[in-house]
């Protein structure tokens, strides 16, 4: 299949060029993708405009919430094919894939239930005037995803947009974009009309920088690197639009003495294992009050060493990492955490017979880091646990919101009050107290701060982001 989707209809790239597509779990090529570039962005634009122009844009709110509606359900009929797809494209455990598809259809029912439930206001304003507030959608939107959670970005992104009425041309990441044709097609089955969901494949400098330039587009979402979301960001502000970034992060999460280790020490370890540590809003600094810090050290380190790495298909803890560039990447960076001096606290275990060519790594537990550790401060993107102590609460917020990021904060303590002061002092999108969501909630606005990012996505607040305001002011008299 190395085709683009653009106005319902299977697309060769006009390059007439594809992309092999490599299994993290065994390094081998088995399929290829279309290597789409500025024309074929530039037909999916147009595609997309036409789309406002027609059916789609004629729909009641209700119309278009049945619609995805519709396509949650299709998602969730074709669970098992598509939770398939995920894990062998992107290598994570085939039980996490499901789950990953499970949230995909749960944005589509969300915000196909959401579709009808936002409306304007109505302002008081001078005698005889009525002023109403109305929601509008911005036009052709541009979405640009990563490898990370391909699936459930793909609803996390469209569901907010296309409830509010947009239409939409999605840039995957090459590296895992099997999902997002094949949903695709069975949102077109499920009744969406044709061009007002454009899927263009192809490498994020040629596809992905013509999309975010396009001067078609009215509205840019994009989660990635910082990196990348800077040149988004630059290219938004030359054709004047808005642009959405979640660019991940280095999340805290803070134990004090009093918390329960019961409860914590198993989500904490999952929080970084999750996804093999390729999660923006993995808890991937551990901040231990200093009078516990060897007993919790002690505890988490006992699990971590238990976590198992093996093939998707072999219910491990961790699968691989998704590429030979980003295996490269996480191996690099704990060689110099090693080299460097970092005393390692745990180690994963690899399965026995695993794939040579596969791309997998040992989770790691380093600490105590010194806090200018570049460990302590940069995104490793892999499953690699930083752990710090702190002394008191003021210590804790200074380490916990001490680092370039702001995405997600976790503390772990029984103290009510202290719960309270301190889910008002760590910066970020999201504080979780006595728990961690991982981003998790298709209920629960997520985003970032500095350079995690900007925009809110998820819960009510994306229907906000993704469309506009009109005020209407009527003079009668
Ligand atoms: P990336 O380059 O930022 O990729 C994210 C998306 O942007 C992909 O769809 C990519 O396409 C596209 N892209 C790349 N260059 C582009 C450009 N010049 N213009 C427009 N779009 C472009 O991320 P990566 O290289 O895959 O990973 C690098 C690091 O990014 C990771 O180590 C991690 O730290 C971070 N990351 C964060 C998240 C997150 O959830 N916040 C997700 C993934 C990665 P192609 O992949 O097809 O080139
Ligand atoms: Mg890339």
């Known amino acids: 299949m190395s085709k683009l989707f653009i106005g319902g209809q299977w697309h060769v790239a006009s390059s007439q060029d594809s992309i092999p597509v490599f299994a993290p779990a065994t390094g081998e090529q088995y399929a290829t993708i279309g290597r789409g570039q500025a024309e074929d962005i530039d037909l999916a634009v147009k595609a997309a405009r036409a789309a406002l122009a027609g059916e789609w844009g004629r729909l009641s709110a209700t119309e278009r919430g049945r619609t995805l509606t519709r396509i949650g359900v299709k998602i969730l009929d074709h669970i098992d094919e598509l939770a ?27 915000y196909g239930g959401a579709a009808d439930k936002v409306h304007g206001e109505v302002l008081p304003y001078l005698p005889g005037y009525s002023v109403t507030v109305q929601r509008e959608p911005f036009g052709v939107v541009g979405h640009i995803i990563p490898w990370n959670y391909p699936a459930q970005m793909l609803g996390r992104t469209l569901g907010p947009a296309l409830a509010m009425g947009n239409t939409s041309v999605v840039k995957p990441a090459e590296d895992a974009c099997l999902t997002s044709l094949r949903v695709a097609e069975l949102a077109v089955e499920a009744g969406l009309p044709a061009g007002v969901l454009n899927i263009v494949t192809g ?40 642009c959405v970034l979640e660019l991940g992060g280095k999340s805290p999460q803070v134990v004090f ?54 093939a998707p298909d072999s219910a491990p803890d961790c699968g691989p990492i998704i590429t030979k560039a980003q295996f490269g990447r996480v191996n690099e960076f704990v060689a110099y955490c090693r080299d460097s001096g970092l005393p390692v606290l745990a180690e994963g275990i690899l399965d026995a017979e695993l794939p040579s060519a596969g791309y997998y790594v040992r989770p790691m537990m380093f600490g105590p880091v010194p806090r200018d550790h570049r460990l302590a401060r940069e995104e490793v993107f892999g499953p690699v ?93």
Request: overall charge negative; glycine content about 12%; aromatic content about 8%.
């Open 257 to 310: 003495a009093d918390a329960d280790l019961d409860k914590a020490v198993p989500i904490i370890v999952g929080a970084i294992i999750q996804n093999a540590g390729q999660t923006c809003s993995a808890g991937s600094r551990l901040l231990i009050q200093r009078e516990v810090f060897d007993e919790v050290v002690a505890r988490v380190a006992e699990r971590f060493c238990q976590m198992r790495v093996g």
């Open 84 to 110: 398939g797809i995920e894990a062998r494209d992107t290598g994570k455990p085939l039980a996490l894939a499901r789950k990953d598809i499970e949230a995909l259809a749960r944005y589509f029912e969300f």
């Open 385 to 477: 646990l930083a752990v710090l102590p702190f002394d008191d609460e003021d210590d804790a917020v200074a380490l916990a919101n001490g680092t370039e990021y702001g995405l997600v904060a976790a503390i772990w303590t029984e103290n009510g009050a202290r719960q309270q002061r301190l889910s008002r002092r760590l910066e970020g999108g999201q504080v979780f107290i006595n728990c961690y969501g991982a981003g998790g909630g298709v209920e629960l606005p997520f985003g970032g701060i500095r350079k995690s990012g900007h925009g809110r996505e998820k819960g009510f607040m994306a229907l906000e982001e993704f469309s506009l305001t009109k005020t209407v002011v009527s003079h009668h008299g």
């Open 203 to 242: 490498y994020g400098r040629e596809a992905g920088a013509a999309l975010a330039e396009h001067p078609g587009i009215n509205l840019i979402t994009f989660t990635g690197s910082p990196q990348v979301g800077t040149a988004i960001q630059t290219a938004a502000a030359k054709n004047y639009v808005k």
